[in-house]
């Protein structure tokens, strides 16, 4: 079983940064995929990064690359999302979820946090 706490959300302007992060519990993080979404209004649920179990491997959705960073610390039980340069389209409530197969957008997550909302003003 793993629990997932997200926080670091919060209102920014358009341009601005936020830092995301997930404290998870239990003592088997590193053996868990990890990945970032988001849900916005009206929206389905939509993959935006995953790294893999040791951090080596990433990926990430095309509408985040080169402005998003998914980062993990295996010793701290932390996944990280650095989002830069956002955009008022990103605005959503973003979720973590662990992963004990695989990892990134083909994954099954079967541990989710409650989420944290990132609103983008224009």
């Known amino acids: 079983q793993v629990q997932l706490v997200e926080s670091g959300g919060g209102s920014v302007q358009a341009g601005g940064s936020l830092r995301l992060s997930c404290a998870a519990s239990?003592?088997?993080?590193?053996?868990?995929?990890m990945g970032w979404f988001r849900q916005a209004p009206g929206k389905e649920r939509e993959f935006v990064a995953g790294?893999?179990?040791?951090?080596?491997?990433?990926s990430y959705a095309d509408s985040v690359k080169g402005r998003f960073t998914i980062s993990r610390d295996n010793a701290k039980n932390n996944v990280y999302l650095q989002m830069n340069s956002l955009k008022p389209e990103d605005t959503a409530v973003y979720y973590c979820?662990?992963?004990?197969?695989?990892?990134?957008?083909?994954?099954?997550?079967?541990?989710w946090g409650q989420g944290t909302q990132v609103t983008v003003s224009s």
């Open positions: 239990g003592r088997t993080f590193s053996s868990y995929g």
């Open positions: 979820g662990a992963t004990p197969r695989g990892w990134g957008i083909r994954a099954e997550y079967d541990y």
């Open positions: 790294i893999s179990w040791g951090g080596g491997s990433t």
